[in-house]
């Protein structure tokens, strides 16, 4: 030893954060549910007169909340290869808006519309999930995480 000190600080090597696969797969779960209850209640209010549930209340029928559940975690799963390659690296809590908004306008809006336009409600469901994807890519231009500096093993 010649009485020189040695640093011992690793090198740093820039890695953007990921966000984990079982985060990525509660988010397009909680995402389905919310937009697959407002999907729910817009058809109900928007069935015509002429449907034996016409004036009843949403979920008023023991079977409806199941489906729509079953429905839910279907989209959800259908959504998540997309919300793994798309948003693995971006910064979620920053889009979250951004990846609800076009799906629930689509849901609760559009059946309005298009009930005026004679066109099946049932539609707005997959406009949703492709307004979704949409809308994953753009989360990924727009909100990327910070590239961080993160430590490397010391070279000896």
Same mark, same amino acid.
């Given at each position: 030893?010649?009485?020189?000190?040695? /640093?011992? %600080?690793?090198? +740093?090597?820039? !890695?953007?954060?990921?966000?984990? #696969? $079982?985060? @990525? *797969?509660?988010?397009?779960? =909680?995402?389905?549910?919310?937009?697959?209850?407002?999907?729910?209640?817009?058809?109900?209010?928007?069935?015509?007169?002429?449907?034996?549930?016409?004036?009843?209340?949403?979920?008023?029928?023991?079977?409806?909340?199941?489906?729509? /559940?079953? %429905?839910?975690? +279907?989209?959800? !799963?259908?959504?998540?290869?997309? #919300? $793994?390659? @798309? *948003?693995?690296?971006?910064? =979620?809590?920053?889009?979250?808006?951004?990846?609800?908004?076009?799906?629930?306008?689509?849901?609760?809006?559009?059946?309005?519309?298009?009930?005026?336009?004679?066109?099946?409600?049932?539609?707005?469901?997959?406009?949703?999930?492709?307004?979704?994807?949409?809308?994953?890519?753009?989360?990924?231009?727009?909100?990327?995480?910070?590239?961080?500096?993160?430590?490397?093993?010391?070279?000896?």
């Amino acid at each position: 030893m010649t009485g020189e000190s040695r /640093s011992t %600080a690793p090198a +740093a090597r820039n !890695l953007p954060k990921k966000n984990s #696969a $079982f985060e @990525l *797969l509660i988010l397009c779960v =909680l995402c389905s549910f919310i937009e697959a209850f407002l999907a729910v209640v817009t058809l109900t209010f928007t069935l015509p007169p002429t449907d034996g549930a016409y004036g009843s209340m949403p979920f008023s029928h023991p079977l409806e909340f199941p489906a729509m /559940s079953m %429905a839910a975690v +279907a989209a959800g !799963l259908l959504m998540f290869p997309f #919300a $793994f390659l @798309l *948003l693995r690296r971006t910064d =979620l809590a920053r889009c979250y808006g951004r990846l609800l908004l076009p799906g629930i306008v689509i849901v609760g809006a559009l059946p309005f519309l298009f009930e005026a336009l004679s066109i099946p409600s049932a539609l707005t469901v997959p406009l949703a999930l492709i307004a979704t994807v949409i809308a994953m890519f753009t989360c990924r231009k727009r909100y990327p995480f910070p590239v961080e500096a993160e430590p490397s093993p010391a070279n000896h």
